[in-house]
């Protein structure tokens, strides 16, 4: 998979995560650095690590992985936080609304 044939990729707005090792194949640590100019992907390199990094190096990986997914979490439940109070506020606006016109007739 050559990500120079992949324009799009550029575009994609989730969250992404990219890791190789720094003992990795010259052509990997370059789809690492092209990876790495989506804003939406991380990019890490596990020093003194190779292709089979992530058997050999949870103690480096770990890390990473939950720092990764708590912020993915963090940025959901803030905007599900947000959403919600926008819902809720438009929801009380309209049922405020409703509890007139059913006063009124």
């Known amino acids: 998979l050559n990500i120079i044939n992949l ?3 550029y575009t994609v707005l ?12 010259k052509d990997i640590r370059d789809s690492l650095k092209l990876l790495g100019g989506n804003e939406h ?7 003194k690590a190779g292709h089979d990094f992530p058997m050999r ?3 480096k990986i770990n ?9 993915i979490y963090r940025k ?3 905007a ?8 809720l506020t438009i929801w009380s606006l309209f049922s405020h609304k409703l509890s007139l016109i059913f006063t009124f007739q």
């Open 80 to 87: 599900a936080t947000y959403f919600c109070s926008k819902i």
């Open 63 to 71: 890390p990473i992985l939950i720092e990764f997914v708590q912020r």
């Open 7 to 9: 324009p799009h990729f």
């Open 14 to 25: 989730v969250p992404m995560l990219a890791i190789c090792g720094d003992r990795e194949s």
């Open 57 to 59: 190096n949870a103690e």
């Open 41 to 47: 992907c991380n990019v890490a390199t596990i020093s």
């Open 76 to 78: 959901v439940e803030w």
